[in-house]
Nanobody, 128 residues
Framework: QVQLVESGGGLVQAGGSLRLSCAASGRTFSSDGMGWFRQAPGKVREFVAAITWSDDNTYYADSVKGRFTISGDNAKNTVYLQMNSLKPEDTAVYSC?????????????????????WGQGTQVTVSS
């Protein structure tokens, strides 16, 4: 069984920063990459960022581009999300996910269905 555990969430003022971490444990597995998604109250889960291990390429939602940075360690199946210049609209539960399959076309990385393992999520609250 694979478990993904997020940490680093919390309460921060607008303009502040947080760094989220996600570590895998349990059964050893090889992933093509990992990603971060978020879900705000009353809204659907949305893509935030993704990374592919083969070329370290990163992908971002337009809403976070230039403010958030995804990074990670392939060997450890660990991924991080550095969030700067946070806004109240960034308030959400942030979840990490691992992707086993390699896709041709980066738009697949934005799909929830492209990911095989999910963490429980960590709350990020940005006050105005």
């Amino acid at each position: 069984q694979v478990q993904l555990v997020e940490s680093g969430g919390g309460l921060v003022q607008a303009g502040g920063s947080l760094r989220l971490s996600c570590a895998a444990s349990g059964r050893t597995f090889s992933s093509d990459g990992m990603g971060w998604f978020r879900q705000a109250p009353g809204k659907v889960r949305e893509f935030v960022a993704a990374i592919t291990w083969s070329d370290d390429n990163t992908y971002y939602a337009d809403s976070v581009k230039g403010r958030f940075t995804i990074s990670g360690d392939n060997a450890k199946n660990t991924v991080y999300l550095q969030m700067n210049s946070l806004k109240p609209e960034d308030t959400a539960v942030y979840s990490c996910a691992a992707r086993i399959t390699s896709y041709t076309g980066s738009y697949y990385y934005e799909f929830i269905s492209s990911y095989d393992y999910w963490g429980q999520g960590t709350q990020v609250t940005v006050s105005s």
